[in-house]
């Protein structure tokens, strides 16, 4: 049997996606990722894509935090999508996010120091408000 081709997305395909704001590319975006999600094509969503998304999300486009986790987690489940991290890991860093006031990046740290049991390396204290993530001073 064949293995299906799988794709790299960027974040601008997604950004329409989520956001419909220039109809003639979401249109493209809405056909080409409603195929991902019911698993006809695959595609990566990298850990580098998805950051971004969640940033531009977050600070160009001022979405509150809520709706994007909400939009993120959603495409995370597409049943086509490949993630570098596991989805469950990925869904953790959400749920951290959304429950802990902390950025993104430290919640996908913490949900990969929780996942992996490795301590992180960090003067930042917001790791400490995470009793499971074990911070290093260097």
């Known amino acids: ?7 790299l997305i960027d974040t601008n395909v997604i950004l329409r996606f989520l956001l419909n704001d220039i109809p003639d590319q979401a249109n493209k975006a809405k056909y080409f990722l409603e195929k991902i999600e019911n698993g006809v094509e695959k595609a990566y969503l ?3 894509i998805l950051s971004e998304c969640i940033w531009v999300l977050e600070k160009f486009y001022k979405i509150p935090k809520k709706e994007i986790i909400s939009k993120i987690k959603s495409l995370i489940l597409f ?8 989805k469950t890991l990925l869904l953790e860093a959400l749920n951290l996010w959304d429950n802990i ?8 740290l913490s949900a990969f120091s929780k996942e992996e049991h490795l301590p992180i390396v960090s003067f930042d204290t917001d790791f400490d408000k995470i009793s499971e993530v074990k911070r290093k001073i260097p």
């Open 79 to 86: 049943e086509g999508f490949i993630t570098q991290t596991s």
């Open 101 to 108: 006031n902390i950025d993104w990046t430290d919640a996908f």
């Open 46 to 48: 990298t850990d580098l």
């Open 1 to 7: 049997m064949q293995q299906k081709k799988a794709y």
